[in-house]
């Protein structure tokens, strides 16, 4: 117990760990005000908890794992509110994407060069704003899913058994959200 009072230190965490927390949180659900709530909530949830803390990471590494715990949840509230309509809609926009005699790419959707070889800072800056605006007219199961997969590095396994749905349905889902997100991104110029 002695060691474990030296490791953490409850005082600091505001200080020490609440912008990267927030950064965290902002890039994975993009809205400001619940962000700041699951920074509050983790670290509330690591106080109620901090005889748990066995010393075997840094306090950010553990801040940082109850905060995508949380994260989880919020995913997970998303997609049990989804909506068939948000579903049906993101599935409409997509439909044209493929002749339906074949499945192949039409002509005019058919996948283009993809400028963002170009490391200019402000020309990434300018995509990932675009991609984050594109990424919050997803229906809300299908941001839960890119976001564990591409963002947090998930497994498909622990996706799946996190937000209870099919591995089949995981690879339907992950398919349907990058022709969204593509077909968003090249609507607006990237």
């Given amino acids: 117990m002695i060691a474990k009072a030296q490791i953490l230190n409850p005082h600091q965490w505001v200080e020490l760990h609440a912008d990267y927390m927030y950064n965290y949180a902002i890039t994975r659900i993009n809205d400001e005000e619940q962000a700041k709530d699951l920074v509050q909530e983790t670290f509330l949830a690591a106080l109620e908890r901090i005889d748990k803390f066995e010393g075997k990471s840094s306090e950010r590494t553990w801040l940082t794992a ?3 715990y949380k994260i989880i949840d919020v995913y997970r ?3 049990s509110g989804l909506v068939n309509a948000d579903v049906q809609h993101a599935e409409e926009e997509q ?3 493929f002749e339906p005699e074949y499945g192949h790419w039409t002509p005019e959707r058919a996948p283009k060069a993809f400028g963002i070889d170009d490391h200019d800072s402000l020309v990434s800056k300018e995509f990932n704003s675009i991609l984050q605006k594109c990424m919050q007219k997803l229906p809300g199961l299908w941001l839960s899913i890119f976001t564990m997969k591409h963002m947090d590095d998930e497994s ?4 799946c058994t996190e937000l209870k749905v099919t591995p089949s349905n995981f690879w339907v889902i ?3 959200t990058k ?8 609507k ?3």
């Fill in 66 to 68: 109850i905060l995508k």
């Fill in 77 to 79: 509230k998303k997609s």
């Fill in 95 to 97: 439909s044209d994407f």
């Fill in 156 to 159: 498909t396994e622990v996706i």
């Fill in 174 to 176: 992950i398919h349907r």
């Fill in 179 to 186: 022709l969204n997100l593509r077909a968003c991104l090249q």
């Fill in 188 to 190: 607006n110029g990237i």
